[in-house]
């Protein structure tokens, strides 16, 4: 995730990242300039349509489609973002739970159970990196200790490992109940924070797995292609050969919202605007060890 100074209006102007949307629609940018200065060129020296009155309509028409094309992208670009702020409200109650457990454990436990209670503070920080790989569509590498924590070579990667290392929780919090540590009540509160867990966990893969509809995305792609590559039939009879750099202004605008909502509406991905996972699973890791120290 790019972080950046939102009082600054200069160097985000100017900076140049990977995943600018200049970049990637460069190639198209030039295709709709060159489609352009071809229309342009043919009204200049062959058709001379700008003579015929009729031809008025043409501007009416792309006033009419230009409103209905920016109330889609505004649609379209709320609902990404809508997806992505609720994908890091999510990763923030992972973050509040965590702390809420590690809390728990660390005030009901005894001084000498340093045994379990570093048990508990690698799982938990464990969940966050499963999380983090399980949405990554990864083979989930957890960075516990296999030699102190035996339990853990038992797991399958190719499974579900958010919910196995859940199970591993409520295993350990079971056991400890059964040899006295906790009491019945501490269990009813920790199975909550703990069962917590995969409740975030599936409602991340409820924004991972369910995308913006192919229809309606296609529809939006080809409207813009369709809106651009008619605009020259308008522009050329009114601007010349300006509408070659308006036109394909008007096309990078366009484009570009379409490109960031496609970007952000999967925020638990690999690209520059996306959540910061790593950080944050790092992060509960570290809060998890100080915590149950």
Known sequence: M?????????????????????????????LIGAVTAGFVWL??????LSQDSRVKNITVMHNLLGFAISMLLVFRTNTAYDRWWEGRKLWGALVNVSRNLAVKYAAWLRPQDTDDRHHFARLIGAFSHALRGHLLKETTRLSLDEQEHPELAALDRQRHVPAQVVTLM????????????????????????INAFLDICGACERIKNTPIPFSYSTFIKKFIVLYTVTLPLGFALT???????????????????????EEIEDPFGRDSNDLPMEKLATGIAAQARDILA
């Open 239 to 261: 601007m010349g050969w300006i509408a070659v750099p308006v036109v394909m202004f008007i096309f990078y605008v366009l484009a570009s919202l379409e490109l960031i909502a």
């Open 2 to 30: 790019i972080t950046y100074d939102p009082r600054e209006w200069l160097r985000p102007v100017l900076y140049v990242h990977k995943s600018d949307t200049f970049r990637k629609l460069l190639p198209l940018i030039l």
């Open 43 to 48: 009204e200049n020296e062959r058709l001379h």
């Open 170 to 193: 409520h295993q350990r919090t079971a056991r400890l109940v059964r040899e006295g540590h906790l009491t019945q009540e501490q269990l009813i509160v920790l199975s909550n924070d």
